[in-house]
């Protein structure tokens, strides 16, 4: 079983819309929990960390449930620019546990 | 500061070919870390190092050495490169202990291997 596990998508939403993508992991020990946003053939970067008690940075919230062992990410008001494969990831030891990715196309 | 730069960018490798991919870092990181990215199947580690001159082996370590010998370096060679080993290639890079922030990654090195 892998460490961590999202839904692949894609998501096409149109412009405004609501979307959210939801991350399980398996390791009860996980310790740290981040999104990261990668654009075609590019590396990826930091969106935003989770925090145990829920963290929201402009259009963007996320939140950890250690009880059920999931992690969220709520995109309000989808632009254009989100369009982009997000990353899941959780920490265990001095390892990262990435999830595949889930596709996001925002639609005009 | 240029973060993770990693050298070369593109590489195309005939069967049995070896080859070296170079990371560097200049953020003074402890720990460094190689993963290969696959369609389907995302990151996936294939060795990490938590200081200089140590290395371990990650979820696919087959094929694969590195080498830790400066702090701002990771090495990652590959002996006698297979088709299986076509893939993008990332380094990243973070600063030690748990509860310590997020990983930096490099650009990426695409390598195709015929």
């Known amino acids: 079983r892998k460490e961590v596990e999202q839904d692949p998508g894609p998501f096409n939403v149109p412009e405004g819309a609501t979307v959210a993508f939801n991350c399980t992991y398996s390791?009860?020990?996980?310790?740290?929990f981040f999104w990261y946003r990668q654009d075609c053939r590019k590396e990826p970067k930091l969106l935003m960390s989770?925090?145990?008690s829920g963290n929201e940075d402009g259009r963007f919230t996320a939140q950890l449930n250690r009880a059920s062992q999931y992690i969220s990410l709520l995109i309000r008001d989808s632009k254009l620019s989100d369009s982009a494969t997000y990353l899941c990831a959780a920490t265990t030891g001095n390892q990262f546990y990435f999830g595949t990715g889930t596709s996001l196309t925002v639609i005009p | 500061n240029a973060g993770v730069t990693q050298t070369p960018k593109f590489r195309v490798l005939k069967t049995g070919q070896s080859m070296t991919l170079l990371c560097a870092q200049d953020?003074?990181?402890?720990?460094m870390y190689w993963y290969r990215q696959d369609p389907g199947m995302g990151l996936r580690l294939i060795h990490y190092s938590v200081g200089e001159g140590t290395t371990a082996k990650g979820e696919v370590p087959d094929g694969y050495n590195v080498s830790r010998l400066k702090k701002q370096n990771f090495l990652l060679g590959l002996e006698s490169a297979a088709p299986s080993q076509t893939s993008v290639y990332f380094c990243?890079?973070?600063?030690?202990?748990?509860?310590?922030?997020?990983?930096?990654f490099g650009p990426g090195t695409r390598l195709t291997v015929t």
């Open positions: 390791n009860s020990a996980s310790q740290s």
């Open positions: 953020m003074n990181h402890e720990y």
């Open positions: 989770v925090y145990s």
């Open positions: 990243a890079s973070r600063r030690a202990g748990t509860g310590m922030g997020e990983q930096y």
